[in-house]
């Protein structure tokens, strides 16, 4: 139950993070989607005891910022659509 709890907010915070308006609110959000992300990613990570190296999901440190960096990008282009012509499509390649 609390994995699934969990795992819907790290949903509902990538989506605020995406809708904040201001610096400290993205700050805000941004704190709780990685120390949601974190304990979600201990869970799911064994114990070195227990697995060797090989069996443990490598994790690049730049995870949790890439995510807030495609929500920049999400908010960057939903701001370029409301001001670009109707036919117009931004370039999504992430």
Same mark, same amino acid.
């Given at each position: ?24 609110e993205r ?5 709780l ?13 064994? !114990?070195?005891?227990?697995?060797? $190296?090989r069996? %443990?999901? /490598?994790? @690049?440190?730049?995870a ?10 999400i908010?960057? !282009?939903?701001?370029?659509?409301? $001001?670009?012509? %109707?036919? /117009?499509? @931004?370039?999504?390649?992430?």
């Amino acid at each position: 139950m609390e994995r699934f709890i969990r795992h819907e907010n790290i949903k509902r915070y990538r989506k605020l993070l995406r809708d904040a308006k201001g610096e400290a609110e993205r700050r805000l959000i941004q704190k709780l989607l990685t120390e949601a992300e974190q304990k979600e990613l201990a869970e799911k990570t064994p !114990l070195p005891s227990i697995a060797s $190296t090989r069996d %443990v999901p /490598s994790q @690049p440190a730049s995870a949790v910022r890439s995510d807030a960096q495609k929500a920049d990008q999400i908010q960057g !282009l939903a701001n370029l659509s409301k $001001t670009s012509s %109707v036919g /117009s499509r @931004p370039n999504l390649n992430w």
